[in-house]
C-alpha cells in the first residue's frame, strides 16, 4: 500500500538554526499538508497545500514558516529560525482531494531543538 | 474554530471485552469524523472516518456512530485484542481534504 515517508526520523537543531523536513506524498495524491504533535499533546494543524500554494494555516504557522514543492514528488517544512518551543514531532499528511478521500499521515520526523 | 473534546483520556480493557472512545465536537458545519491509531513512534493511522448523512459505520471489530444533533461521535472496539493498544485520536472536519481538529487522545491498553 502507497504509504507518505517522511525524512529525517529525528533531527536535532541548535536553536537558532534553520531546518528543513521533508516529505514524499503519495503519488497520485493532490493535497498535502503538515501538523506538529508536541510530546503528549494533541495533532495540531498547520498548514495545507494545493495546487502549488498555500490553502490554509493556523496561527501556530508564521513568518518562520514555510513549505514548498520543489519539484513533483517532494514536500517540505522549513523552520527559519527554531525556537526551543518548535521542539515536536512534526507530521506530514496527503489526501488525493476526491469527494472526502481521508489524510493518510507519514510516520513523523522528531525535531528537538537545544 | 472547531473544538473537539475527547473522553476518555485512558482506558484499560480486560481482552475479549470492549472499548467506547467519546467524541464531541462544537462547529455544526464539521461534516467528516475520523478515527486514527497512533502506536509508538509511528504517525496516526486512520482505521475508519464516518460523514454527516450516516449515523452508523461498522468494519469488522470497529464501528463508529454519530449523532450530528448532540455533536458527538463514539468508537467502539469489540472482542478486543492485545494489538488493539495504542493511543486512538478522533477528528473532525468540514470536508476530508480540509484540516482536521484532533481530539486529546485516549491510550487504550488491552490487559491479556
Known amino acids: 500500500e502507497p504509504e507518505v515517508t517522511q525524512t529525517p526520523s529525528h533531527q536535532v537543531t541548535q536553536m537558532g538554526q534553520e531546518v528543513i523536513l521533508r516529505c514524499v506524498p503519495i503519488s497520485n495524491h493532490l493535497y498535502f499538508y503538515w501538523y506538529r504533535q508536541i510530546l503528549g499533546q494533541k495533532v495540531e494543524f498547520l498548514v495545507s497545500?494545493?495546487?502549488?500554494?498555500?490553502?490554509?494555516k493556523s496561527e501556530i504557522f508564521d513568518d518562520q514558516f514555510s513549505v514548498e514543492r520543489p519539484d513533483g514528488s517532494n514536500f517540505t517544512l522549513k523552520i527559519r529560525s527554531t525556537k526551543l518551543e518548535d521542539s515536536a514531532m512534526y507530521f506530514c499528511a496527503s489526501s488525493d482531494g476526491t469527494g472526502d478521500q481521508p489524510q493518510h499521515f507519514g510516520d513523523g520526523t522528531r525535531l528537538s531543538i537545544l | 474554530g472547531e473544538n473537539v473534546e475527547q473522553h476518555p483520556s485512558t482506558l484499560s480493557v480486560q481482552e475479549g471485552d470492549s472499548a467506547v472512545i467519546k467524541c464531541t465536537y462544537s462547529d455544526s458545519a464539521s461534516n467528516y469524523f475520523p478515527w486514527y491509531k497512533q502506536e509508538l513512534g509511528k504517525g496516526p493511522q486512520l482505521i475508519i472516518d464516518i460523514r454527516s448523512n450516516v449515523g452508523e459505520k461498522k468494519d469488522q471489530r470497529i464501528a463508529v456512530t454519530l449523532n450530528k444533533t448532540a455533536k458527538h461521535f463514539s468508537l467502539h472496539i469489540t472482542e478486543t485484542q492485545p494489538e488493539d493498544s495504542a493511543v486512538y485520536f478522533c477528528?473532525?472536519?468540514?470536508?476530508?481534504?480540509?484540516?482536521?481538529?484532533f481530539g486529546t487522545g485516549t491510550r487504550l491498553t488491552i490487559i491479556p
Open positions: 497545500f494545493y495546487n502549488n500554494e498555500i490553502s490554509e
Open positions: 477528528a473532525a472536519s468540514q470536508f476530508g481534504n480540509e484540516k482536521l481538529t
